[in-house]
């Protein structure tokens, strides 16, 4: 996969604030089913800093492999911000790494509703002994391949945000 330089530029902030203060950074995503992780891994030297992510489009992935209530996924939707929280949060714990960026959501072009329309997304942030952050992003109908893209960049600009305040 050939990623954007605006992107990798990012990844490259990312990874170089993280390796500068010793951090280690997992992902869980839906939507973009393993971008996150790719970008960043598409830079050599990044697994001194990425440690795993999970590709959790299921539901039944998301309860099993990250510990997402499966109550919360009935209650709320998997693209909600409570299941967007709980990957994030569960992707932090099972893999015991400093930082936990997790992303759900209705990338289209098909799958929307009104209450969830396409371009809908919630990404969440889970850092060690910190509160975990949620941005809510409805990028519209703009299509999947761009509703994919801009939540990369989203995730990467939270987690660049993040490492910035340690």
Not at 75 to 83: D, E, K, L, M, Y
Request: aromatic residues 4%.
């Amino acid at each position: 996969m050939t990623f954007a330089e605006p992107l990798l530029d990012r990844a490259h902030l990312v990874l170089d604030s993280a390796r500068a203060k010793g951090l280690r950074i997992a992902t869980a995503e839906s939507c973009t089913g393993g971008m996150i992780a790719a970008v960043l891994t598409e830079i050599a030297g990044s697994s001194d800093v990425v440690d795993r992510g999970w590709v959790t489009y299921s539901n039944a992935a998301k309860i099993a492999e990250i510990a997402v209530p499966e109550a919360m996924v009935i209650a709320h939707g998997a693209v909600s911000q409570q299941v967007a929280r709980a990957m994030a949060e569960g992707a932090l714990a099972r893999a015991g790494v400093d930082l936990a960026v997790a992303v759900t959501g209705v990338a289209g072009p098909g799958g929307g509703s009104e209450a969830k329309p396409v371009g809908l997304v919630h990404v969440a942030l889970a850092a060690r002994d910190r509160p975990t952050q949620h941005r809510e992003c409805r990028f519209g109908p703009i299509g999947r391949g761009a509703v994919r893209v801009e939540t990369v960049k989203t995730a990467l600009d939270m987690l660049h945000d993040q490492l910035a305040t340690w």
